[in-house]
């Protein structure tokens, strides 16, 4: 079976000079790559932590985070990236759920805390650089990262991936998409996403430049493109979400990323007319729908967006029903069965037992994503319970309403998607205060959006605050979400 390390060990040996990362501002060759990983992993080594006690990664797309990544894998260590628009509270919550012996940094980050902090470029100053045997690496059934994923509980839940699942992901990858032929791989998603994953690892392995852009670059349209038309880019990995805003500039198309011909989507539902759309700007360009979630490694089925498909159905499918890791349940949940099912959640082994039972000998992951079939093909119809996407990011409805709750001057709260053409658009909050409104509703919101800010993400913060005197409900007693979800549609 593939040995991801090994793959990249070759690569580095085989061809030093090849630049394994490019951001708009700096890159790294995969000699480097490789050479710095083993002064990290050394770093690390020396720290006597304890087997595969993980090791938080925090900061954003630059090079010295892959090294980071690879040093901690290269030590035995599992590696949990933390992106650094999360907010310190939530890294602390990661920090103590996951028991990580150490905090490495790609970026200024201040907190009190009582695990020992690191900035990874101190950790390449102090260390010899011999590459670790790879005993020590992370082996087959031990974890390889950790990613932190909303969970309804109200705490985030850590999927832990082993390097046998990540091995079977990247060796999938490799038979079913054109990754082998040389080309640059876009990187959008950041590290504590794992749609992230879906490019990473492909490049690395393939020896191929892996191109990652900023979110400050996503903020910033006119350097958004500059840096896509500079790229080179062959293969795209990004959301639909991403792909409609870039959809937005007319200038996005075959003419200013030329080498393009590779689509690779996934994490939520790929919208028809982003499809047809794509297909006229980029006519030399392939579209596949990927599907899956992080607990099963990134994806686990696809299909091939053809004009055929785009015109025979409303929606996309997401595998045909032949595909052997995915299949409906009775009541027509959709569960994954395989080799990439995740170890489960770290620390947590009640939800880990609801979620990734055992039916007639197989561990499978019951995904609470709702399906149906037709002609020869699965499609995705929702979710079992209030997890959603928005704008490409996977939020529990009821996270977000725990920390709204707990917030101080809050009694209640529900918290409502909005949405528009059966896409999300944005969330509201209904509250109801502990005390009448002193100041203006939006001198409130702002202060409680500040106080929320503290706990959770920006994505995840609602877009409208709306105070009640108490909540609607319905007539079995429980909140009116139905009632308050018609108001919110656009
Ligand atoms: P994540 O763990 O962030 O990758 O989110 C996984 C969830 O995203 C799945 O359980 C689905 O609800 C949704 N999802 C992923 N891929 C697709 C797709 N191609 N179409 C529709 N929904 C998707």
Redesign the pocket.
């Known amino acids: 079976m593939l040995r991801i390390l090994a793959a990249i060990e070759r690569v580095a040996t085989q061809q030093p000079q090849r630049t394994a990362y490019q951001t708009h501002n700096a890159s790294l060759t995969y000699g480097e790559l490789w050479h710095l990983s083993d002064c990290v992993a050394d770093y690390m080594m020396k720290l006597n932590l304890r087997r595969q006690q993980p090791i938080v990664v925090y900061g954003h797309m630059s090079p010295l985070q892959i090294v980071a990544f690879l040093g901690a894998v290269k030590a035995g260590h599992p590696y949990v990236p933390v992106d650094s628009s999360t907010p310190t509270e939530r890294l602390q919550l990661i920090l103590e759920a996951s028991k990580a012996g150490l905090l490495c940094t790609t970026e200024p980050l201040y907190m009190l805390t009582n695990i020992p902090v690191m900035a990874v470029s101190d950790m390449l100053e102090s260390s010899s650089s011999e590459t670790p045997p790879s005993t020590a690496w992370v082996q087959n059934e031990e974890i390889h990262y950790i990613i932190y994923?909303s969970g309804s509980t109200g705490q985030p839940k850590g999927v832990q991936i082993t390097a046998n699942n990540l091995a079977h992901f990247v060796t999938w990858m490799q038979e079913h998409f054109p990754l082998q032929k040389d080309g640059v791989f876009l990187n959008q998603a950041p590290y504590s996403?794992?749609?992230s994953v879906m490019d990473l690892y492909p490049a690395l392995v393939g020896g191929h430049t892996l191109y990652a852009i900023t979110q400050q670059e996503i903020a910033n349209p006119k350097a958004l493109f500059d840096s896509l038309a500079t790229s080179n880019t062959r293969v795209w990995t990004s959301t639909p979400s991403f792909a409609k805003m870039c959809l937005m500039n007319k200038e996005w198309n075959q003419e200013l990323m030329p080498a393009l011909d590779t689509f690779l989507?996934?994490?939520?539902?790929?919208p028809l007319a982003v499809s047809n759309e794509l297909m006229q700007r980029f006519p030399q360009a392939t579209i596949f729908?990927?599907?899956?979630?992080?607990?099963t490694t990134?994806?686990v089925s696809y299909v091939e967006v053809t004009k055929e498909l785009v015109e025979r159905f409303e929606q996309l499918p997401?595998a045909p029903i032949t595909d052997p890791s995915v299949s409906l349940v009775e009541d027509g949940e959709i569960v994954i069965s395989g080799p990439t099912v995740s170890a489960g959640y770290l620390g947590a082994p009640e939800l880990t037992a609801k979620a990734f039972p055992t039916v007639a000998g197989n561990r499978i992951y019951q995904?609470?994503?709702m399906g149906y079939e037709q002609d020869g093909y699965l499609f995705?119809s929702g979710?079992k319970d209030f997890?959603v996407?928005l704008h490409g990011y996977?939020l529990e409805i009821e996270e977000i309403e725990k920390q709204i709750s707990n917030l101080p001057p809050v009694s209640s709260c529900v918290v409502i998607p909005v949405y528009k053409e059966k896409e999300i658009i944005s969330l509201s909050a209904y509250l109801v205060l502990r005390e009448p409104l002193k100041d203006s509703a939006f001198k409130t919101t702002k202060q409680l959006k500040g106080l929320l800010s503290e706990y959770l993400p920006a994505y995840m913060i609602p877009k409208t605050f709306k105070y009640m005197d108490a909540l609607p409900l319905n007539p079995n007693g429980k909140v009116d979400r139905k009632g308050l979800a018609v108001m919110e549609t656009v």
Request: glycine share 10%.
């Open positions: 994923t996403f794992d749609l989507f996934c994490g939520e539902v790929l729908n990927l599907y899956g979630p992080t607990e990134v994806a997401i995904t609470g994503d995705f979710r997890q996407k996977r």
